[in-house]
């Protein structure tokens, strides 16, 4: 997209109309660039809130999907350390993060949305699993009376390191 105030620039005659073109293209590019600057921050605030909580609530490592792993890994500093092992997307990049996890006493699970953590909370009742809920930015299910591994939750499934 960024090429095209270029080739608009000069399919316009030259000189001044020129110049004139691709200034206002590139100012108009810069301007919409800008627009998105508050809700970026919002959205920023947002997480940086979320991570703070799980903090206070004492979550030291999570099992949640890819996207929310490298976030909450990265926003906290790696005081919080998350696997993508729970899925939908499972991704490692950092197979040490997993490996934390998994020999951590206690792991959170960090569910996308409220379906998914309902489906969750289905599958540690059929385990006999207690657990205490808190609806965050994202639902988390922790304070298990046992540990709790997705394989646990999804047996059958694979979880391949990749």
């Known amino acids: 997209m960024s090429v095209v105030p270029v080739f608009l620039a000069d ?22 660039s800008f627009a998105q ?7 920023d605030a947002r997480w ?3 991570v703070a909580d799980l903090e206070r609530e004492g979550v030291r490592f999570c099992y949640t999907d890819f996207f929310m792993a490298t976030r909450l890994n990265f926003l ?28 951590a006493a206690e792991a959170a699970i960090v569910a996308v949305n409220p379906t998914s953590a309902g489906r969750l909370e289905e599958k540690l009742a059929s385990l ?13 299910l922790l304070r298990f009376s046992r540990k709790v591994d997705p394989q646990d939750l999804y047996p059958g499934r694979e979880f391949p390191m990749r």
């Open 11 to 32: 399919a316009l005659a030259e000189g001044v109309w020129r110049r004139l073109a691709l200034g206002l293209l590139i100012a108009t590019g810069a301007l919409a």
């Open 76 to 103: 906290s500093g790696e005081r919080i350390v998350c696997s993508a092992k729970l899925g939908p997307n499972t991704t490692e990049y950092f197979f040490e993060y997993r490996e934390r996890v998994e020999r």
């Open 37 to 43: 600057v508050p809700d970026t921050l919002r959205k």
């Open 48 to 50: 940086r809130q979320f």
């Open 128 to 140: 006999g699993v207690r657990y205490e809920r808190l609806d965050l930015m994202k639902p988390v």
